[in-house]
Each structure stands twice: as structure tokens, then as C-alpha cells.
């Protein structure tokens, strides 16, 4: 679950527009310098109605998830903070804002992830484990993970599907790959256009990973943006891929962090190791 709504643009926050991605309309129809109040009530309905129905989704199954989260959008929504908490599910850091980390300065993203990092441990009570950009990642964004210290992987990839080890300034990184492919934002790209679209889509993917599974293990990652999938035509494709996934057996509906280390465990870092070429026949 990326939870995005309250850190995004505003004119609130000094920005000079309003932030209109994965909404109803077309990006930025309001001209800068003026609010796009149908922009912000459509983010706002993400935390006021599309949180709590993926919520209920997964609470009515007993499955835990991540949540992509944006620092300053739980820290203005403490009863979406204490709902997470509650459920036990993990946090994996979206930054403090959501926005792009590639536009900052070295020193403005060092700054980004401390706030990030305090304001997780105020609203959550523990640090993120896991850090995932807006997109992609700036050119220092891993070693100024490193350098922090506290982040166990990050998912700043879309070039696998299994976790891989990288050296970064001489220290082992774990990587736990993303995926666009099967992200929700696509109804927004007009590559989903129903509910029947998405499931179908979702289950060709999982079909063929759970048929590779029998000879190597396999990971699927799910991305769902509250104001999009959060809507009943929508996440009525999401209920069906969840009922479909819940007949197999041997699959791990699984926190990222504990993907992370169950790689940890598994397969150990090892000098050289980040040399070793991707699973695959």
C-alpha cells in the first residue's frame, strides 16, 4: 500500500501547484499558482474512504502488508498511523514527501531521509526498515542509505525478481526489487479500464510465477494507490486476485521486511556474491 495523500504538492506547502498524479483528471489542470481543489479532494478521499477499504480487504483475509509510506502523510493522519500499527503491518520508508528525490540536492535528500526516519519512529513507534523513492532514486540516494545505517534493504530496483546483494561505498546493501508491471497505477495510464482488466492481468502474472515456483523460488510484487484502487469498481478486481491467490498452496503473503530477512537467513552476504548472475535457467 503506497500511502502517499498529505505529502504530496500543494500550494499548502509552499510548492506553487497542486499535485494531480493518479487522480480522475489529467495531471496539473489548474494553472501554477492557483489550487486545484477537485486534485486535492481526490487525494483526500484516499485517507478518508480507499484506506480503510484496502484495509478491511486485508484485515477480513488476516494478511499483512507493506505500506510505501510517506513520512508527513502519517504524520497528519495519526488514526491511519494507528490502524498500521494495530494490524502489525511493516513500514517501508517513501520519504518524508512524496516527491522526487532525483530533484533534490545531495545535501537536501540527507536532510529528507533524517525527517523521514524521526517522524516514522513518532507515528509508528519503530523505525522504517526499508526505503523506496518516488519513482527512482537520485544518483546518492543508496549511500546516503548506507550511511544512515538503519534501513535492512532498499527497493529502489526494477531489474529482478528476487532479492540481490550490491556493494555500496564497500558495504553490503541488500535489494529487495519493485515492480511496475503490476501496479495499479495503470488505471491512470488508461492500461486498465476495469476492475475485470486488472484481475485478469494480476492472475497471468501469478499463474506463470507460481508454475516457475516449482524449480526456483519467485516474488510478486502488488503496488496499490489508495485513490485509485481504493474505489468499489477497482478494488473489486483487487478482492478477486486476493480470493485467487488464497486457494494455492506453498504462498507467502509476506511483509517486505520479512522478505528481507528470510534472504538475510538464506542466503547470506558473501564476498563476491554481488558479482553472482540472477537466478534463472
Sequence with gaps: MNYEEGSEYSLMDGDGFSEATLTESAANVVPAGGRDLA?????????????????????????????????????????????IREAGHDICCHGWRWIEHYKLTKEQEREHIRLAVESLQRTIGSRPL????????????????????????????????????VLQDGKPQLIVPYSLVTNDSKFGRGVFATSEDYFQFLKDQFDMLYAEGRTQPKMMSCGLHLRSIGHPARAAGLMRFLDYIGKFEGVWVARRAEIAEHWRATFPYQPGM?????VGP
Design 39 to 83: 486534485a486535492e479532494g481526490m487525494f483526500e478521499y484516499g485517507v478518508r474512504v480507499g484506506f480503510w477499504r484496502i484495509m478491511r480487504l486485508f484485515a477480513e483475509r488476516n494478511w499483512p502488508m507493506t505500506i510505501f509510506a510517506c513520512a508527513l502523510a502519517l504524520e497528519r493522519h495519526p488514526p491511519a498511523a494507528e490502524a
Design 130 to 165: 526499508g526505503w523506496y523513492c518516488r519513482y527512482g532514486p537520485s544518483v546518492h540516494t543508496r549511500g546516503l542509505l548506507v550511511e544512515e545505517g538503519g534501513f535492512r534493504y532498499d527497493s529502489d530496483c526494477y531489474n529482478d525478481e528476487l532479492p540481490y546483494w
Design 274 to 278: 554481488e558479482q553472482i548472475a540472477k
